[in-house]
C-alpha cells in the first residue's frame, strides 16, 4: 500500500499570498495518477487536479500541481477567501486507492 | 447538472446493517464507474470500494471485505453499499463519488453511526 504523507499539517497565510502543499508517497505513483482535492468545512470534497498536472473541469487557473514519482505539489497563487480549506492528496495508480491526511489552509 | 444524492444511512448498533444508495442523474451513469469513500469524524479521507460501469468487477478495501458489498442498478441510475457486521469503526460520513480511480464529483455525504 503507498502511503502518502502531506505537509505542512497546517498552513496560515493571508488572502492574496501563494500556498504550497506537499504530498510524498512512500513509493513512486505510477504514471503520476495522483490527485488533488479541496473539502470546506461540511462540504464533500471538490477534485481540483487529476494526473498530478490537470486541472479538473471549472478549476481556476490559480490552483496548479506538479511533481513525479514520490513528489508532488499543489500551488495556489493569489489565495481567495474561499480557498481556505483542507486539501488531500490521493494517488490512483496502484490498488489500494489510497489518500494523504490533508493539510489545512488557514487564515492567517 | 450531475448530481449524487445519497440515502440510507443512520443510527445502527454494533453487529447491524444498513444498506445506503445514491441516486445519480445528470451524466450517462451505466457507463460510469462508480465509488464509496468515506470520511471518520474528523478524520481524512478513506476509499471503501469500488465498481465498474457494467457491475461486472468489484474492488473492496481490506478493511470492508467480506462486510460490504458494492453493487449498482443501471435501470434505476443507483448505486448501492450494503454493509453488515458493522462496528464502531465504521462510524464515519459515506461518499458516492463518480469514477473508480479519482472521484470527479461527490454527493454530499450520508452519516452512518454504529453505536448501542
Known amino acids: 500500500e503507498i502511503v502518502l504523507t502531506q505537509s505542512p499539517g497546517i498552513l496560515s497565510l493571508s488572502p492574496g499570498e501563494r500556498a504550497t502543499l506537499s504530498c510524498r508517497a512512500s513509493q513512486s505513483v505510477s504514471s503520476n495518477y495522483l490527485a488533488w482535492y479541496q473539502q470546506r468545512p461540511g462540504q464533500a470534497p471538490r477534485l481540483l487536479i487529476y494526473g498530478a498536472s490537470s486541472r479538473a473541469t471549472g478549476i481556476p487557473d490559480r490552483f496548479s500541481g506538479s511533481g513525479s514519482g514520490t513528489d508532488f505539489t499543489l500551488t495556489i497563487n493569489r489565495l481567495e477567501p474561499e480557498d481556505f480549506a483542507v486539501f488531500y492528496c490521493q494517488q490512483y495508480g496502484s490498488s489500494p486507492l489510497t489518500f494523504g491526511g490533508g493539510t489545512k489552509v488557514e487564515i492567517k | 447538472e450531475v448530481q449524487l444524492v445519497e440515502s440510507g444511512g443512520g443510527l445502527v448498533q454494533p453487529g447491524g446493517s444498513l444498506r445506503l444508495s445514491c441516486a445519480a442523474s445528470g451524466f450517462t451513469f451505466s457507463s460510469s464507474p462508480m465509488c464509496w469513500v468515506r470520511q471518520a469524524p474528523g478524520k481524512g479521507l478513506a476509499w471503501v470500494a469500488s465498481?465498474?460501469?457494467?457491475?461486472?468487477?468489484?474492488y473492496h478495501a481490506d478493511s470492508v471485505k467480506g462486510r460490504f458489498t458494492i453493487s449498482r442498478d443501471n435501470s434505476k441510475n443507483t448505486l448501492y453499499l450494503q454493509m453488515n457486521s458493522l462496528t464502531a469503526g465504521d462510524t464515519a460520513v459515506y461518499y458516492c463519488a463518480k469514477g473508480n480511480t479519482f472521484g470527479d464529483f461527490w454527493g454530499q455525504g450520508v452519516l452512518v453511526t454504529v453505536s448501542s
Open positions: 465498481i465498474s460501469a457494467s457491475g461486472g468487477s468489484t
